[in-house]
């Protein structure tokens, strides 16, 4: 089945820092690829997503880069914020909208 | 506004004393999963629903059991909850089980098994 492998598991970068998470996956049949933000104590919430038939997706100081050839996707966030602090999950899809999931990165933005 | 509602926040079961847990949802979809996640570990998908249509994983124990009365709700029955059952019980929803569609997550129920 398909796995998904993130890192790193976990990323300190000043405010105003760029910062990027990167996920390989090991089905090529993978074809969604969204990102998740978990703050403590609550669900994960959608941040960005990009599908295979796009290389890049950008939404303000977030952007989602993908290479299929290479099968790996990451997470560019830009002008880090302390509020952007939370665990980032990626995931991916293969069939039935059955996520994998990787195994997390936790951001911590200092101020 | 809230579109996942998860109830309750916080459950406390004995251990192997039978517990539900509920979830709805107000965004009429068709789809509606139930996550298991472990402390610092990624959401773990135990079943879903498409419609009235349960499809169990594979791995799921048969320990968890799923309900689903109507569009908006589904419960999470775990029959005899052991101490490994302890964890976060995400519930969360998708328009269509097509890959592509955003599934939607409800804030969780953490489950403490004394």
């Known amino acids: 089945g398909e796995n998904v492998e993130q890192h790193p598991s976990t990323l300190s970068v000043q405010e105003g820092d760029s910062a990027v998470i990167k996920c390989t996956y090991s089905?090529?049949?993978?074809?969604?690829f969204p990102w998740y933000k978990q703050e403590l104590g609550k669900g994960p919430q959608l941040i960005i997503d990009?599908?295979?038939?796009?290389g890049e997706k950008k939404d303000q100081r977030i952007a989602v880069t993908l290479n299929k050839t290479a099968k790996h996707f990451s997470l560019h966030i830009t002008e880090t914020q302390p509020e952007d602090s939370a665990v980032y999950f990626c995931?991916?899809?293969?069939?039935?909208?059955?996520?994998?999931f990787g195994t997390g990165t936790r951001l911590l933005v200092s101020p | 506004d809230a579109m996942v509602i998860q109830n309750p926040r916080y459950q406390v079961t004995q251990f192997g004393k039978p517990v539900t847990l509920s979830c709805s949802q107000t965004?009429?979809?068709?789809?509606m999963y139930w996550y298991q996640q472990k402390s610092s570990q990624a959401p773990k998908l135990l079943f879903h629903y498409y419609d009235k249509d349960f499809n169990n994983e594979a791995d799921t124990p048969d320990n968890f059991q799923s309900r689903r009365p109507n569009t908006s709700f589904c419960f999470l029955d775990i029959r005899s909850p052991g101490l490994g059952d302890a964890a976060m019980y995400l519930c969360?929803?998708?328009?269509?089980?097509?890959?592509?569609?955003?599934?939607?997550f409800g804030p969780g129920t953490r489950l403490l098994v004394l």
């Open positions: 990009i599908r295979s038939n796009v």
């Open positions: 969360a929803t998708s328009r269509e089980r097509t890959s592509g569609e955003t599934q939607y």
């Open positions: 089905d090529s049949a993978s074809n969604y």
């Open positions: 995931a991916a899809s293969i069939s039935f909208q059955k996520l994998v």
């Open positions: 965004l009429n979809h068709n789809v």
